[in-house]
């Protein structure tokens, strides 16, 4: 049997501590759901409480992608919103995803101003024979009354 000098207790004693502290991490680790609008189901993963909105956002995208979701959202971080399902106020990306106590999630992407312009457009042509669209014309409209 080999007999261990005091140094080597000590570092023993030492890994051991280490390893329970890597187990206190671990405790502070939950599930979320996130669901992505536009697409069919939720994902689900494991998150640390100190994580970032913005690497949760990362880590859902490239789960999206993996699984082959459709439609193909991208993989940029910064054309998305992460917002607690319970309410619709979106999240910063710098902050910790376990502040809030939440654990379902809603993920959809920032619409661009040309987007909601054509979206926008589109609606008003779709809506009946073309009487939403002259009231919102002459509603937008200046006139100069002359006294």
Known sequence: MLKRTVSEKSVLLKHKKNKEAQT???NNRFLITVNVV???GPIR??????DLVAGVIDTTLKSYARLGRL???GSDVNNFFLYPAAKFETLN????IGTHGERNFGLYKKKSESQITKEMSEMIDQ???GRLKDWVNRSLSFKV???
């Open 145 to 147: 009354l002359s006294h």
């Open 24 to 26: 206190n991490v671990k």
């Open 93 to 96: 990306p710098w902050e910790r």
């Open 71 to 73: 439609p193909v959202l």
């Open 127 to 129: 809506k009946g024979s």
């Open 45 to 50: 993963f494991v998150v640390n409480e100190d």
């Open 38 to 40: 536009g697409s069919v």
